[in-house]
């Protein structure tokens, strides 16, 4: 069965740097995208981008351009969200997600919660 | 970018009763091949957003048939007939068709009275 796993809660200082992992397992990674979509604190979704795990391609959200860093590791089936710069609005639950056929999205990972406080 | 917009924000409802959600569209969701991709997921307290419809109307599998997507458009409802507690959540619609980006409803978040 699909599975996205993703890595555990983190706290930051504003200005650090967070990367999030997402290990995917049940299915063959390199034929889908992942995608990563965002929550802030009693917020709603907000979609951040994709990788294409195959060519290493991504698409940045515009709002993100210059901060974030989509990448993966084929060889172990994950990818991964690097966020620079963090601000106290960056503090949310980061999803994975894995789209399908039909441009949505069918699996999606537990959630990471980073908090960025100084 | 394509703006959803939800109504109502928030949804009391009576256990056994029924209950609408309407999702609009800032510009139309046909796309070129003439499918609607838009999507309605639901996510509990504490849990991950999870799809119950696809591409207007397709109930995900496992999804119960008391839930039931319909529209055309920009207009688009998610009914939820009998409401059970276990629906107790947030939906959220989506659209697929003018991606980048992926745009989400504000978000109805539905209670029990």
């Known amino acids: 069965q699909v599975q996205l796993v993703q890595s555990g809660a983190e706290v930051k200082k504003p200005g650090a740097s967070v990367k999030v992992s997402c290990k995917a397992s049940?299915?063959?990674?390199?034929?889908?995208?992942m995608h990563w979509v965002r929550q802030a604190p009693g917020q709603g979704l907000e979609w951040m981008g994709w990788?294409?795990?195959?060519?290493?391609?991504?698409n940045y959200a515009q709002r993100f351009q210059g901060r974030v860093t989509m990448t993966s590791d084929t060889s172990i089936s994950t990818a991964y969200l690097e966020l620079s710069g963090l601000r106290s609005d960056d503090t949310a639950v980061y999803f994975c997600?894995?789209?399908?056929?039909?441009?949505?999205?069918?699996?999606w990972g537990q959630g990471t919660l980073v908090s960025v406080s100084s | 970018d394509v703006v959803m917009t939800q109504s109502p924000l928030s949804l009391p409802v009576t256990l056994g009763q029924s209950a609408s959600i309407s999702c609009r569209s800032s510009?139309?969701?046909?796309?070129?091949?003439?499918?609607?991709?838009l999507n309605w997921f639901q996510q509990r307290p504490g849990q991950s957003p999870r799809r119950l419809i696809y591409?207007?109307?397709h109930r995900d599998s496992g999804v119960p048939d008391r839930f039931s997507g319909s529209g055309s458009g920009t207009d688009f409802t998610l009914k939820i007939s009998r409401v059970e507690a276990e629906d107790v959540g947030v939906y959220y619609c989506?659209?697929?068709?003018?991606?980048?980006?992926?745009?989400f409803g504000q978000g109805t978040k539905l209670e029990i009275k």
């Open positions: 997600a894995r789209p399908d056929i039909f441009w949505s999205f069918d699996y």
């Open positions: 990788i294409n795990p195959n060519s290493g391609d991504t």
């Open positions: 510009q139309s969701l046909v796309y070129s091949d003439g499918d609607t991709y």
């Open positions: 989506m659209q697929g068709t003018h991606w980048p980006p992926y745009t």
């Open positions: 591409k207007v109307f």
């Open positions: 049940g299915y063959t990674f390199t034929a889908y995208y």
